[in-house]
């Protein structure tokens, strides 16, 4: 599996820890997020990961940056694209569940490395429902 990760300066440590994470359980990475803590903007980092989810070029994507919203907001800019800014384990297994989010946005500055990286885990390994929120998530996208 392909997993594409962008971040901001908010975002190097926590990036580098879910990388680290992510590929000790045999993960591909697709790195298009900064390595320093120097002050960037945040659309230069995640309009990259959004384009690999809309291209095919990845199946998931994970986003950090300060408050999670910037880079939410970018990421959901592109086609096909449902990034989820989550900051608990039930939204985080709700966004896979009905909503097929296939980007996780984490804010930074207001959950643990702890909870990021089950966040990641919980995101990666729930399956989206269908069903009924099958046909919710086909009228997301605008034509």
């Known amino acids: 599996m392909q997993i594409s990760i ?5 975002g190097t440590a926590y990036k580098e820890a879910i990388i680290k994470h992510l590929q000790d359980n045999g993960q591909e990475i697709i790195n298009h997020g900064t390595d320093q803590e120097d002050s960037v ?29 910037g880079a939410n907001m970018t990421a959901n800019k592109h086609q096909g694209v449902r990034s989820a800014l989550c900051w608990n384990n039930e939204i985080v297994a709700l966004a896979r569940q009905h909503n097929n989010a296939n980007i996780l946005s984490i804010p930074a500055r207001f959950v643990s490395l702890q909870q990021a ?27």
């Open 41 to 69: 903007d945040y659309p230069d980092f995640i309009h990259p990961v959004a384009k690999d989810i809309e291209n095919q070029k990845a199946q998931f994507g994970i986003i950090i940056c300060g408050s999670g919203n």
């Open 6 to 10: 962008g971040n901001d300066h908010a």
């Open 117 to 143: 990286i089950k966040f990641v885990d919980i995101f990666l390994d729930t399956p989206f429902d269908g069903g009924r929120h099958q046909r919710r998530v086909e009228k997301i996208a605008c034509s």
